[in-house]
């Protein structure tokens, strides 16, 4: 069954430190694969995502991520913190044909906490 | 920028009641989702939608849960006798055909009490 693990559930960065969330997977075909931001009391905010060509993708906010077969891993990176980045990241596969055509499948997030 | 929209924004209810969940998607697309998020927990799929019939659904859609899209703009989740363990937030994604990617409104949070 696919799945989705984000091992850290809560990481605490510096204002201007570089950030990594951890993000590993299970699915069986190539994977179709989205980091979603979600600020308190706001809804899912797509950051990026990964279907197919170049492995190091990028997104808004200045994030980017990379993806690595060999360990199942799509890590969410960041050179330098803003305080305006504190919210918790979730890591999604798409179990479908497509992101729009299949269901998600989430990990548990990690809440990124940031100090001035 | 279009956006999915969700009202309303935080529901209160007594345990057995029905609720409806309201999303307006974005306007040019064909697919719609409902997810759900307990505190504390992860997001979990719910159903799917396209062409207006349910293109797919999770064990938690049981027969207590049903989503129609009464009038070509509105997609609804409705919830006919509500438990306890229903409360969480109440995501709404839409997806177009070829974007593969799916845009979330900002919930609505379900208590029941």
């Known amino acids: 069954a696919q799945s989705v693990t984000q091992p850290d559930i809560h990481i605490t960065v510096s204002e201007g430190a570089s950030l990594e969330l951890r993000c590993n997977y299970s699915y069986g075909a190539t994977p179709y694969l989205f980091w979603y931001v979600q600020s308190p009391g706001q809804g899912l905010q797509l950051l990026l995502k990964y279907f197919s060509g170049d492995t190091l993708v990028q997104g808004i906010k200045g994030f980017e991520a990379e993806f690595k077969r060999s360990q199942s891993s799509f890590n969410l990176r960041k050179p330098s913190v803003h305080w305006s980045d504190a919210a918790e990241y979730f890591c999604a596969v798409g179990a479908g044909y497509g992101g729009s055509q299949g269901n998600l499948i989430f990990g548990k997030g990690t809440k990124l906490s940031v100090k001035p | 920028e279009p956006e999915v929209t969700q009202t309303p924004s935080h529901q209160v209810t007594q345990m057995g009641q029905e609720v409806i969940l309201r999303c307006v998607p974005i306007?040019?697309?064909?697919?719609f989702y409902w997810y759900r998020q307990i505190l504390g927990q992860k997001v979990e799929f719910l159903v799917s939608f396209y062409n207006n019939e349910i293109s797919e659904k999770s064990e938690i859609f049981d027969d207590q849960f049903s989503v129609e899209r009464p009038d070509g703009s509105n997609f609804t989740l409705k919830i006919r006798s509500t438990k306890l363990e229903d409360s969480a937030m109440y995501f709404c994604a839409s997806g177009g055909r070829g974007t593969d990617t799916q845009y979330f409104g900002p919930g609505t949070r379900l208590t029941v009490l």
């Open positions: 306007s040019n697309h064909l697919y």
